[in-house]
């Protein structure tokens, strides 16, 4: 199901349009917290509501029709890759080594099948078998990338990233604090990496640190699995909707609210702490 992360009303002539809406929008504004938003068509009919109630959005701004047609969402939730993949990683019997490698191949898969399209590709020449030279091909400014492991879950997935985006720079870091100006200065691309999004509040941290005082790199936040509803409410979403260098790629999304803990935690299970818990 593909649900809208934005509510917009599109407004006509009054002569053209219902009567009673203006209390059903009303009704749906109060009682449901909708936040819409009205395009005026044409330009110069009536406003429905007050402009507080119901804020005007011009359809034909360049950075508003971008972010609304430009993907910056990525899952692979109905295909077979998904059900091969997140197996091993759901199954409660599998941990320590096995399940890391299954965040490994995971991490490595999104990344040859989705971040190669989110960054693009660039060519370049490499020493061909024969003695002459061939066009290669490796994610576009892997050089000038920065892959950061959210500890500690994040470890293993940002390994197989890195695994195919060799020449890029890999910090490990627990609070978003520890991503220093000199892991970003001169980086095109910063990948976050998480074993899983729940609200997504460390990602909002570390976002919120690296906008501080970087707001032009490209921002790419990489999970196993994703909770659908953080990019629906709550400040990654807002962070998700203002953002256009931001990006989510995750292998599935799910309805399921439930966060792992003690035993069944995720990091716990990586790293066969359970009995620590």
């Not at 501080?212 to 921002?219: D, K, L």
Request: with cysteine; glycine share 6%; charged share 20%.
């Amino acid at each position: 199901m593909v649900v809208a992360d934005q509510a917009i009303v599109v407004v006509g002539t009054e002569n053209n349009r219902s009567k009673s809406m203006d209390g059903k929008l009303l009704s749906a504004i109060n009682d449901y917290n909708l936040k819409p938003r009205q395009a005026l068509l044409p330009s110069t009919a009536r406003p429905r509501l007050t402009e507080k109630q119901l804020p005007i959005i011009d359809l034909t701004n360049n950075t508003i029709l971008e972010n609304i047609f430009r993907q910056r969402v990525y899952h692979t939730t109905d295909t077979n890759a998904n059900k091969l993949l997140q197996t091993p990683m759901r199954d409660s019997n599998i941990s320590g080594p096995v399940l890391r490698q299954a965040h490994y191949r995971t991490a490595n898969y999104l990344t040859l099948s989705i971040l190669s399209e989110v960054i693009g590709v660039e060519s370049f020449s490499v020493d061909h078998v024969q003695g002459t030279k061939a066009e290669g091909w490796r994610i576009r400014d892997e050089g000038k990338t920065t892959i950061v492991a959210l500890m500690r879950g994040g470890e293993p997935m940002a390994f197989g990233i890195s695994d195919a985006m060799p020449s890029a720079m890999f910090v490990h870091a627990r609070e978003a604090e520890e991503l220093k100006d000199h892991h970003l200065a001169g980086q095109k691309t910063v990948i976050l990496v998480d074993s899983v999004i729940n609200a997504g509040k460390s990602a909002s941290e570390f976002i919120q640190h690296i906008r501080e005082t970087f707001a032009g790199i490209r921002i790419v936040v990489v999970a196993g699995v994703a909770n659908a509803q953080c990019v629906r409410k709550g400040d990654f979403a807002e962070m998700m909707r203002s953002d256009l260098d931001l990006y989510l790629v995750t292998l599935r999304f799910s309805e399921n609210s439930y966060t792992g803990t003690k035993g069944v935690d995720t990091g716990n299970r990586l790293f066969n702490t359970t009995h620590l818990a």
